[in-house]
């Protein structure tokens, strides 16, 4: 374990992705590395004990250069992003095979020396989605404050559960606010990459974190890669009629729920996530 100083954090927030069961698609990780592309950021620890990792199930990776050849072995790794209007510290590694417990401690003892705002955890998992659509991404909390604050729904799934529903679960006993965001991955496209289910994470976050990211060329590469699907489904009639079932299921659903109530609820919970709801600046939703 090794940690650099991290004095004079603007706002600090944590936004934390694992690889592996946590991951369709490689949605959560991938959009990390995006956001440490898009800006300067510093490298600020890492974990790496060789106790939480079974090489065998999570494998180091061997790389060469022209200086010669080197061994990666996992570890998760934390790096400050400076974004010019605060600061995230990014949280990227494989899900631990071992130790769960002294890991998620670890972990969280980190954290709370950052003393951030808010914790985010991000996941994606396979689901019955078409691809055609919006890809949904719910906000999820066991905190009550949290909730409360970010206008959130509370988590209240029960079953296994990953790394994310562990350290979860330990910074609400630690008093460190913490939510997560899972977005739904189409399960008969679920090989990486996913850019839309990034977009849609990245979207989302932004609401959570107030701040307005670089999307790049996200938006881009998730319409080539809808268009993508759409002409590979079309190559076999039984996946393009299954296709069209998910995608009515998901209109019905929308067009039912879509009362004037449920939208303006939506709609309220999105502002104040976003910070906008204030007196004055006419954007409050009249009741």
Same mark, same amino acid.
């Given at each position: 374990?090794?940690?650099?100083?991290?004095?004079?954090?603007?706002?600090?927030?944590?936004?934390?992705?694992?690889?592996?069961?946590?991951?369709?698609?490689?949605?959560?990780?991938?959009?990390?590395?995006?956001?440490?592309?898009?800006?300067?950021?510093?490298?600020?620890?890492?974990?790496?004990?060789?106790?939480?990792?079974?090489?065998?199930?999570?494998?180091?990776?061997?790389?060469?250069?022209?200086?010669?050849?080197?061994?990666?072995?996992?570890?998760?790794?934390?790096?400050?992003?400076?974004?010019?209007?605060?600061?995230?510290?990014?949280?990227?590694?494989?899900?631990?095979?071992?130790?769960?417990?002294?890991?998620?401690?670890?972990?969280?003892?980190?954290?709370?020396?950052?003393?951030?705002? &808010?914790? $985010?955890?991000?996941?994606? *998992? %396979?689901?019955?989605?078409?691809?055609?659509?919006? +890809?949904? =991404?719910? #906000?999820?909390?066991?905190?009550?404050?949290?909730?409360?604050?970010?206008?959130?729904?509370?988590?209240?799934?029960?079953?296994?559960?990953?790394? &994310?529903? $562990?350290?979860?679960?330990? *910074? %609400?006993?630690?008093?460190?606010?913490?939510?997560? +965001?899972? =977005?739904? #991955?189409?399960?008969?496209?679920?090989?990486?990459?996913?850019?839309?289910?990034?977009?849609?994470?990245?979207?989302?976050?932004?609401?959570?974190?107030?701040?307005?990211?670089?999307?790049?060329? %996200?938006?881009?590469?998730?319409?080539?890669?809808?268009?993508? =699907?759409?002409?590979?489904?079309?190559?076999?009639?039984?996946?393009?009629?299954?296709?069209?079932?998910?995608?009515?299921?998901?209109?019905?659903?929308?067009?039912?729920?879509?009362?004037?109530?449920?939208?303006?609820?939506?709609?309220?919970?999105?502002?104040?996530?976003?910070?906008?709801?204030?007196?004055?600046?006419?954007?409050?939703?009249?009741?």
């Amino acid at each position: 374990m090794q940690f650099a100083p991290m004095d004079g954090l603007r706002d600090p927030a944590v936004v934390i992705a694992f690889s592996g069961w946590n991951d369709a698609g490689n949605a959560a990780t991938d959009l990390l590395r995006h956001l440490m592309d898009a800006y300067p950021g510093t490298d600020a620890g890492i974990i790496d004990d060789e106790r939480y990792w079974d090489y065998q199930q999570t494998r180091p990776m061997l790389h060469r250069t022209a200086d010669g050849a080197w061994v990666e072995w996992p570890a998760l790794r934390l790096r400050t992003v400076h974004h010019p209007d605060r600061d995230i510290i990014v949280v990227l590694g494989p899900e631990p095979n071992l130790l769960w417990r002294q890991f998620s401690m670890e972990l969280v003892d980190r954290i709370k020396k950052i003393d951030p705002e &808010i914790v $985010v955890f991000l996941g994606a *998992m %396979l689901s019955d989605t078409p691809h055609s659509r919006p +890809l949904p =991404v719910g #906000v999820y909390t066991s905190d009550p404050a949290v909730e409360r604050k970010y206008s959130m729904d509370a988590s209240d799934y029960t079953g296994p559960t990953g790394m &994310i529903g $562990v350290a979860a679960q330990l *910074m %609400l006993h630690e008093r460190v606010p913490a939510a997560s +965001l899972w =977005v739904s #991955v189409p399960h008969y496209v679920s090989s990486p990459p996913n850019p839309k289910a990034q977009d849609a994470l990245l979207t989302e976050l932004e609401g959570v974190l107030h701040v307005q990211f670089q999307h790049a060329e %996200l938006p881009v590469e998730a319409q080539k890669w809808t268009t993508a =699907v759409d002409q590979l489904s079309q190559q076999d009639p039984d996946i393009a009629e299954y296709i069209e079932q998910l995608e009515e299921a998901r209109d019905t659903e929308e067009v039912e729920g879509a009362t004037g109530d449920t939208i303006a609820a939506e709609l309220e919970k999105f502002l104040r996530r976003r910070g906008d709801d204030k007196p004055g600046n006419g954007n409050a939703i009249e009741s």
